[in-house]
């Protein structure tokens, strides 16, 4: 149980730090694509076609910049320009040098290094991270916690099957006396076998109270690792209330990204409307400028490529991310489920825990009449013994006076005598079948608590089984 509980922290702790990787990855991207200030537009006239070569090298620096720049406004045309890249590619036109040097007018300056850039959603997921380690090892703890109750409820069933087996050996001693006695007919020995009867029965009651106040304290455990699980449910809960704010908060960077984008084509238009509506050019100028069209248009379907790269990787992260939510609402759901079934089994077993604690009080009292009822047959016998005995000495210090009524007299007593020895011998033989019966009633009891127990066990094993397939399939992907 806890093996598998580490291994699926370990997981959800790599899967956290690559989301991590790949959030800051995405937000320097979208730092470094942030709007610079657009300069006012500078109409330049119509100048002369230079050639570039290696003999004027200020001409080739100056026209780096512009370069970049259009690729750049092309970059930025493309991501929104719903028209496929073929349309687009044959729809370009032949860029002179007048063109060049107005879009190089109109390029906005570089982005410096040392720009502000957004690290709140990266300190933010540290911080979640962080947060879930602590939730995991919270987590493994309370499955430990369980594992030790779930031992000491084992042992404690243990000890009440011990004590079945010497409520069996009680019983089947009881069944040898009460053969003995029959054969024997002694009253003396059977009051010692009630009153050792009496003793185990209280012995026996002494252990039930000691067992039950065994399973009372297993029970507190439980439900205090059922607080601990709802205040990890509620921890839960919050990060998860992060986790749709750090998306919230993704798509708004999105949003101001499409903004930027829809600046830039605007811009982009109006640079096509300037150079479609700039004078015509010779031929000799189309072919000097072929090379850098062509280089120009291969950057461009360079960046066009990876644009869509990036955004169908942005789309994946974003992917990840609501299929990772919707499992931890599952799990969070099952979860739920799983502790309002157990809290429905710990209210049934109280029920039957109340309803066997009357039970066993009403078997006490049941058992309390029936000692005084022996209590008073013990006394009644004792003093029809001593009323027996002084008849005898009367009848001794009578002598020979009356001889007929003396001998009638003593045939009397005999009879008085051994009828109620016989009364008593049958009251002791109630009161044995009443005792065996209020033992057997207190088998069955025990046999009801133990079968509670076990349904409890049941029960615990089934939730935990259905917490580790949610877990399985949450950790699956």
């Known amino acids: 149980m806890v093996s598998w509980v580490s291994d699926w922290a370990e997981k959800g702790g790599s899967l956290l730090n690559s989301l991590d990787n790949q959030v800051a990855s995405f937000l320097k991207n979208d730092s470094t694509l942030s709007p610079p200030p657009v300069p006012q537009r500078k109409i330049t006239p119509p100048t002369a076609v230079v050639k570039p070569s290696a003999n004027n090298p ?10 970049i720049g259009a ?98 050996s009680l019983q089947d001693r009881l069944k040898e006396v009460q053969r003995i006695r029959s054969a024997s007919g002694d009253i003396g020995s059977n009051t010692q076998t009630v009153r050792k009867l009496e003793s185990q029965v209280k012995k026996l009651t002494a252990t039930l109270d000691q067992t039950k106040q065994a399973l009372t304290e297993s029970e507190s455990k439980a439900s205090e690792t059922l607080k601990l699980v709802d205040i990890s449910a509620g921890r839960i809960e919050q990060l998860q209330q992060e986790v749709s704010c750090a998306v919230r908060s993704l798509t708004a960077y999105k949003e101001k990204a499409a903004a930027v984008l829809a600046d830039k084509e605007k811009v982009i238009s109006d640079l096509r409307q300037q150079i479609s509506g700039g004078p015509p050019t010779s031929p000799s100028t189309e072919d000097a400028s072929a090379p850098d069209v062509a280089a120009v248009q291969a950057e461009l379907q360079h960046l066009r490529e990876e644009t869509l790269s990036l955004r169908q990787e942005a789309d994946k992260r974003l992917l990840a991310a609501t299929e990772m939510e919707e499992q931890a609402f599952e799990e969070h759901a099952s979860l739920r489920r799983t502790i309002g079934l157990l809290e429905q089994q710990l209210q049934r077993e109280k029920e039957l825990r109340n309803e066997a604690d009357a039970e066993i009080l009403d078997l006490q009292r049941r058992l309390g009449s029936e000692e005084q009822r022996v209590a008073r047959v013990k006394t009644d016998l004792q003093s029809a013994e001593a009323e027996l005995a002084r008849m005898r000495r009367v009848l001794a210090e009578g002598g020979g006076g009356g001889g007929g009524s003396a001998s009638a007299s003593p045939v009397a007593s005999s009879r008085n ?38 349904q409890n066990h049941n029960l615990k094993v089934r939730g935990f089984r259905q917490v580790h397939v949610s877990v399985d399939t949450t950790g699956s992907p």
């Open 58 to 67: 200020s001409l080739t620096s100056e026209m780096k910049p512009a370069e």
């Open 71 to 168: 690729t750049d406004a092309e970059l930025l045309d493309f991501l929104n320009d719903p028209t496929p890249v073929e349309k687009e590619a044959s729809a370009v036109t032949p860029v002179t040098s007048t063109g060049r040097s107005t879009l190089a007018s109109f390029q906005p300056p570089k982005a410096s290094p040392g720009q502000p850039q957004c690290v709140d959603p990266v300190t933010e997921n540290r911080l979640l991270h962080n947060e879930v380690a602590s939730l995991n090892q919270e987590i493994a703890n309370l499955v430990k916690r369980n594992r030790r109750a779930e031992q000491e409820s084992q042992f404690r069933m243990r000890e009440v099957e011990s004590l079945r087996v010497h409520v069996q």
């Open 417 to 454: 005598g051994a009828a109620a020895s016989s009364a008593d011998a049958e009251q002791i033989l109630a009161m044995e079948a009443r005792i065996r019966q209020l033992s057997d009633s207190l088998v069955t009891k025990q046999d009801a608590l133990d079968a509670t127990l076990a």
